[in-house]
């Protein structure tokens, strides 16, 4: 079935995952091999709408358009005063004008990119809302792992850091799930949530974490601009605590295990420099990975047809309206 | 006159519902009994089928009047109430101004007298301009008839205010209502902290937030002597703190729930809906479950709605940007029909006694019942019909409920107050 819009990784069939990733393994050859532009979506544009800054993503959306020949715009609002739900429609409304065909957005509010959507006809990448999603992140992550185990059937993943906030943490564990990957989380109680899914396992302990046999250690960064509170009393403890120290390091490259994170990376916070240069260290990969998924993701929607419909929790549950169970 | 021949009525006292006619003379009803005469000139109306009972009275509604005319008026939120069945109201002071002075509060009276055709009563202020910090005008409003005093839509913070508050005007027989959140712990979101809000990704609102504040007003009551009213409950321990504090009898506490409450749960929000954003936002089965049997066993003394009108524009905002709450006015009478009565989770009785009587004793007030010599202030419901909330049959000015164009069974038809038929749904009536 084709899709109009790239929303989350929740509502993603497996076949679509399998799609998307055997997708970006051929973008990624096709790149290195020749690294030039392909026609794929030329005449068409690419509307790129970051209500946040972003360095990493908004520049891999870019080439990845670029090089699928693709007209790129660039509608800066960073650093404006459009936060509101309301500004973002009535900017929608304007940019359709455009007759844009692709819309990759970011934004602060989570659920934003799904609004949108349901208002233009142009598809819809979500590129990072709130804590709620982050889907290109995710299958990224999934091709960087596959780039190491084809079949990661069984293999451990453990997360560590602020998963309260995370949507990279959201979208990744729930794709490497419907992978067959098992997820942990680890990070300080206040946050790594009590009611995050049953499936993924939470520790608050680094010993007990490791304990539990990871085949990747996957650090996020420390988004302090995302905590109202405090969540934890100092940077330093919190590497002490849960960061990989020098010491910590040595026992992770005895272990042989690969080390991921989404960037930017706070050195001296989640990880010591020495991680930079650890063989099994896969965050450049990730980062150039990030391009082939990305065009792999714009190659497979398909804009236009009909706006989607939210449709109503009640009458999803209800049906004919004496069919809801109630208490 | 009006004579509704072959209803069953219902009552507070009873589960079951009494077959007869009734004869409404000048208001007041004067027979009851099978097969009465039809009087000469009587309006005559055929019930059969349909239940007749007290009509409904809503002690926490938002008329948004004044400041916020663009959402509710009084006299569209008052033909609101009328077409589900209420008959009387009391509306929440968080307006523009606040209603924290007798000057604000004569304003809306008069307002109320000329744009309403039923009796619309008002909270005040627990403190000016509901900063939580200075005391309101308190005897200035109680001289013109406020008991309830409130800062709903927050809790009154600093509780040394409140505390000062309860000592001063319990001596004028006022009573607190208590809109019950800890704002450190909610934050301004509207969603239970649990599964949804981290599937989602936003922020949410421990039920603690709610249950520190439901105890700590309550303490605050006995400490002073006054009777505080605690405002849509929304969580089991909320509910069983109240049982608590009841069970010990050592101070004045009623409380309430909101169909809503008792009707959704958290996973209702599913893509971000916001029809189902609201503040205590809706929390998990468990809570519903609980919320039920507290209504049952008399936890919860009465049904209010929090009818809180909002504009589609203000709605169509992504979640996090959207005001909290729905209107319920509407809905509430004919969704406890169809979720409640209907597949007999509780009787019409608990209906008359929780959303018609309780409510005015709460407020003082006369309650109406279907007896001789009584005024005439009810309804007649029907059963077999079906409501289906579209936007034209919507007389509220905002329609940001749930249940908008959604089909439920049961049907308010008509409504009397006094000698006035204030609603007529069809061609329900005849002359005799």
């Given at each position: 079935m084709a899709r109009k819009d790239l929303l989350d990784i929740a509502s993603l069939q497996r076949e679509e995952i399998e799609l998307l990733l055997d997708q970006s393994t051929a973008f990624k050859q096709l790149l290195t091999s020749s690294g030039k532009k392909v026609p794929?979506?030329?005449?068409k544009s690419v509307l790129m709408l970051f209500y946040e800054p972003s360095t990493r993503t908004h520049s891999s959306f870019e080439v990845a358009a670029k090089r699928l020949s693709a007209e790129v715009t660039n509608?800066?609002?960073?650093?404006?005063?459009?936060?509101?739900g309301e500004s973002v429609r009535e900017t929608i409304e304007t940019l359709q004008a455009m007759r844009t065909d692709y819309i990759i957005v970011r934004h602060g509010r989570s659920g934003l990119p799904g609004m949108i959507a349901r208002l233009t006809k142009a598809s819809v990448i979500n590129a990072g809302d709130g804590a709620h999603e982050h889907p290109t992140q995710a299958l990224l992550d999934a091709f960087t792992i596959k780039e190491k185990?084809?079949?990661?059937?069984?293999k451990r993943v453990l997360i560590i850091g602020d998963?309260?906030?995370s949507r990279v943490a959201r979208s990744t564990s729930t794709l490497l799930q419907k992978l067959g990957v098992e997820v942990a989380y680890l990070g300080p109680g206040s946050l790594v949530?009590?009611?995050?899914?049953?499936?993924i396992r939470r520790f608050t302990n680094y010993d007990e974490a490791m304990a539990w046999g990871p085949d990747f250690v996957y650090l996020l960064r420390v988004?302090?601009?995302?905590?109202?509170?405090?969540?934890?009393?100092?940077l330093r403890e919190y590497h002490r605590i849960y960061g990989i120290t020098n010491t910590r390091l040595e026992d992770i490259r005895q272990r042989g295990l690969y080390i991921m994170h989404p960037g930017p990376v706070n050195r001296g916070v989640?990880?010591?420099?020495?991680v930079m240069d650890?063989?099994?260290?896969?965050i450049n990969n990730q980062a150039e990975n990030g391009i082939a998924v990305r065009m792999a993701v714009l190659n497979w929607l398909t804009p236009g047809g009909d706006l989607p419909k939210r449709e109503p929790a009640y009458a999803s549950r209800s049906g004919a309206a004496p069919a809801l169970v109630m208490p | 006159m009006i004579l509704l021949q072959n209803t069953r009525i219902a009552s507070e006292n009873s589960p079951v519902l009494v077959e007869g006619d009734v004869l409404i003379v000048e208001g007041v009803i004067q027979q009851i009994g099978p097969g009465l005469a039809v009087p000469e000139g009587a309006r005559v109306?055929?019930?059969?089928?349909r239940i007749l009972m007290p009509a409904m009275f809503d002690a926490h509604v938002h008329f948004r009047a004044p400041g916020f005319e663009n959402k509710e008026t009084i006299t569209t939120g008052s033909e609101a109430a009328i077409n589900g069945g209420v008959t009387g109201v009391v509306m929440m002071p968080n307006t523009r101004p606040a209603i924290d002075s007798s000057a604000v509060v004569s304003t809306v009276l008069e307002s109320a007298k000329r744009k309403s055709r039923i009796p619309v009563y008002t909270s005040g202020c627990v403190t000016k301009d509901r900063e939580g910090k200075e005391l309101a005008e308190i005897d200035g409003m109680r001289l013109l008839g406020v008991t309830m005093l409130t800062d709903d839509g927050d809790t009154t913070g600093d509780p040394a205010v409140l505390l000062r508050a309860m000592q001063y005007a319990t001596e004028f027989g006022m009573f607190f209502a208590s809109h019950c959140e800890v704002p450190e712990l909610a934050?301004?979101?509207?969603?239970?902290?649990?599964v949804m809000s981290y599937r989602l990704g936003i922020k949410g609102s421990p039920a603690c937030a709610e249950e520190i504040i439901i105890d700590r007003d309550i303490r605050l009551a006995r400490a002073a002597g006054a009777h505080v009213h605690i405002q849509h409950v929304s969580s089991k321990m909320g509910m069983e703190t109240i049982k608590w504090w009841k069970s010990r009898g050592d101070v004045k506490v009623t409380a309430e729930v909101a169909p809503h409450h008792l009707l959704f749960?958290?996973?209702?929000?599913?893509?971000?809906?916001?029809?189902?954003?609201?503040?205590?936002p809706l929390r998990t089965q468990a809570d519903c479950d609980a919320l039920l049997e507290g209504l049952k066993e008399g936890v919860f003394d009465l049904i209010a709605t929090d009818h809180a009108p909002h504009t589609p524009f203000e709605k169509a905002q992504d979640f996090i940007s959207a005001p909290n709450g729905i209107t319920g006015l509407e809905t509430a009478l004919v969704s406890l029909y169809h979720f409640f009565v209907r597949p007999e989770k509780f009787g019409w009785d608990l209906v008359v006694k929780r959303y018609s009587a309780e409510p005015r004793r709460l407020m003082g007030l006369p309650v109406p019942t279907i007896e001789v010599g009584q005024p005439a202030e009810c309804l007649l419901f029907d059963t077999e019909a079906e409501t289906t909330f579209t936007k034209e049959f919507?007389?509220?000015?905002?329609?940001?409920?749930?249940?908008?164009n959604q089909t439920l069974q049961g049907r308010v038809d008509v409504v009397i107050l006094g000698t006035e038929?204030?609603?007529?749904?069809?061609?329900?009536v005849a002359v005799g």
């Open positions: 794929v979506l030329e005449g509608f800066n609002v960073a650093h404006s005063s459009i936060t509101k185990f084809a079949d990661p059937r069984g998963i309260l906030h949530p009590k009611y995050g899914p049953a499936t988004q302090m601009e995302r905590q109202d509170v405090q969540f934890f009393p100092s989640e990880l010591c420099d020495a650890y063989e099994r260290s896969l | 109306i055929d019930a059969r089928g934050g301004p979101r509207a969603i239970n902290e649990g749960t958290e996973e209702h929000i599913g893509d971000y809906d916001t029809n189902y954003k609201m503040n205590p919507m007389k509220s000015k905002s329609q940001n409920t749930p249940f908008i038929i204030l609603l007529e749904r069809e061609a329900t």
